[in-house]
């Protein structure tokens, strides 16, 4: 079984894909935290995130995993676990602009492809349904409104001690939406098949039941 979800920054993909994956037993793939870790060793090394041919070179010389563990997902990067660097407010930024490079997405969409080939499988991001996995069994799209995700993003910071602006939030949201949907190699955008779900004012059990009710349809 192969399940894609799709959705812009915030709308609740991760945690939906993990809360599926442990109902059905099966794996999760944190797509969103392996570009994570490629933006994260970029930033460490002062590599600009639209500098392609540097991109190019580091990515030739980079090793990502991702693992399931007890605690949920583990990502390593070059052998070091960066499970909690990549959740940093800056790096969601260099990964989403570090995504839109060409020689990036070859690279993760390969990565990804073979990953889930190995194993029945709920990988979540923003082109799973439409470029990395266009036969899965189930496809759907999670939104919100841009208010909605930039009061949970703020409310997930505070949580981890973290200062932050809601108001600067919600930009940040709003500039990364444009980004994705207008990237030239593959941008955000709802496959045809695709069952969207709205969750502004949905809770988590909420969305959670209503996929497992179109999975459990067959």
């Known amino acids: 079984m192969k399940i894609a979800i799709d959705g812009p920054s915030g709308a609740g993909k991760?945690?939906?894909?993990?809360?599926?994956?442990?109902?059905?037993?099966?794996?999760?793939?944190?797509?969103?935290?392996?570009?994570?870790?490629?933006?994260?060793?970029?930033?460490?090394?002062?590599?600009?995130?639209?500098?392609?041919?540097?991109?190019?070179?580091?990515?030739?010389?980079?090793?990502?995993?991702?693992?399931?563990s007890e605690?949920?997902?583990?990502?390593f990067?070059?052998?070091?676990?960066?499970?909690?660097?990549?959740?940093?407010h800056h790096i969601s930024k260099m990964a989403s602009d570090i995504s839109a490079l060409h020689c990036v997405r070859i690279f993760m969409v390969d990565l990804q492809r073979k990953i889930a080939s190995l194993r029945p499988s709920v990988l979540d991001g923003r082109d799973i349904g439409t470029v990395v996995l266009p036969n899965a069994d189930y496809k759907f799209y999670l939104t919100a409104s841009v208010e909605?995700?930039?009061?949970?993003?703020?409310?997930?910071?505070?949580?981890?001690?973290?200062k932050c602006d809601e108001a600067q939030i919600r930009e940040d949201i709003a500039k990364r939406d444009y980004n994705d949907m207008n990237r030239q190699h593959s941008p955000l955008k709802k496959a045809d098949d695709a069952i969207e779900i709205d969750s502004t004012s949905l809770s988590v059990d909420e969305v959670k039941q209503k996929m497992l009710g179109f999975i459990r349809k067959g």
């Open 148 to 162: 909605e995700r930039a009061h949970r993003r703020y409310l997930e910071l505070l949580a981890r001690g973290e």
């Open 71 to 75: 605690g949920g997902t583990q990502v």
């Open 14 to 68: 991760s945690t939906l894909a993990k809360i599926l994956a442990s109902e059905l037993g099966i794996t999760y793939l944190d797509t969103g935290a392996m570009y994570r870790a490629l933006g994260l060793k970029a930033y460490r090394l002062g590599i600009a995130a639209n500098d392609e041919p540097k991109v190019k070179e580091l990515i030739g010389n980079t090793v990502i995993d991702v693992l399931a």
């Open 77 to 88: 990067l070059d052998g070091e676990d960066v499970s909690t660097q990549i959740r940093e």
